[in-house]
């Protein structure tokens, strides 16, 4: 039987079985549980029933994507999640105030993982124009093909007036897919999801509506069953260090930009103002150039904090 798994204990995990819509733990073969590569959320396994009416799983498909971060000093991915479809990042269009900075860690992670990210600017009902230009911070992300969505999860109804994509294309985007939301705590992804599954879900109080559908405890470790989509939950997170990144791959997570740099006249450009023969500040003035070089500006930012710690340091143990 096909199942997918929706926790992940020790040994034991609860699959959802496909074919009869249920959720059952089953226990691991151990030659599945060997080495680094082991059983996560995510995973689409076969399930066995034994005489005694133990499930057991016997086997794991291959995956489509994996969520994990690079250890380097030992050579090995530690991977959290499987077979993830979209990144949805959520971001607070009032309070907390929005970081641009902190997005694009969001999306420099999404380039990593190779799985396709949409933005959510949240709590619109209570955005104001003098915070932040909405429309400047969606058009930055065009060239990534990030589409970015106004939403007002307090208000269903709420009629857009920035942007042009909504919350029911949002979820038209997010159906029958396996998506994992990305966001720092109190941007309101707990009201969002509750609002998303038509009331069905309260992530406050982990309680659930419909029978048959997993519970959670808001870690990397579980995922959830909305009806028309499936959503890992991830915690709020107050920092998303990209440490483990290594400096000589670093421009080719930012698709936008990978192939402007070979335009510079000199290969070792720093793509400072004044830099002789930098193709970024040739640039023609207006919106276009603006928008290039906030992004420009951000792999700079990241770049200097990635190269803070050589390669080789990460490559081998540090003493």
């Not at 689409?44 to 498909?61: K, L, P, W």
């Not at 920035?162 to 994992?180: A, C, G, P, Q």
């Amino acid at each position: 039987m096909r199942a997918t798994v929706f926790k992940s204990h020790q040994r034991t995990f609860d699959c959802y079985l496909e074919g009869q819509k249920k959720i059952v733990q089953a226990t691991a073969k151990g030659n599945l549980l060997k080495g680094d590569d082991t059983i996560v959320v995510g995973d689409d396994v076969e399930v066995s029933q034994e005489a005694n009416e133990e499930f057991f799983i016997t086997s794991v498909h291959e995956r489509r994507s994996v969520i994990f971060r690079q250890i380097q000093r030992e050579n090995r991915k530690k991977i959290t999640a499987a077979n993830v479809d979209l990144l949805v990042v959520l971001m607070s269009a009032s309070k907390p105030k929005y970081k641009r900075g902190m997005l694009d860690r969001f999306l420099l992670r999404a380039a990593e993982w190779e799985i396709p990210a949409v933005v959510v600017f949240n709590k619109m009902d209570s955005y104001k124009e003098k915070d932040f230009d909405i429309k400047f911070e969606s058009d930055r992300l065009s060239n990534l093909g990030v589409k970015c969505f106004e939403i007002s999860a307090k208000d269903s109804g709420h009629e857009l007036k920035y942007l042009s994509n909504s919350r029911d294309d949002l979820l038209e985007v997010l159906r029958e897919k396996n998506s994992i939301f990305l966001g720092q705590s109190g941007v309101g992804k707990s009201t969002l999801i509750s609002s998303l599954s038509g009331g069905e879900v309260d992530l406050k109080t982990k309680q659930i509506g419909k029978a048959g559908k997993g519970m959670h405890t808001t870690t990397w470790s579980e995922m959830i069953d909305l009806g028309d989509f499936k959503m890992i939950d991830s915690p709020g997170i107050r920092s998303f260090s990209i440490e483990d990144l290594l400096e000589e791959d670093f421009k080719f997570l930012f698709p936008d930009l990978v192939d402007l740099f070979p335009k510079c006249e000199f290969f070792d450009c720093t793509h400072e103002a004044d830099s002789k023969g930098c193709y970024f500040s040739d640039l023609e003035e207006g919106r276009e150039k603006k928008l290039i070089l906030s992004r420009l500006e951000a792999y700079k930012k990241l770049l200097d904090e990635v190269s803070a710690t050589p390669d080789w340091k990460k490559a081998s143990p540090q003493k």
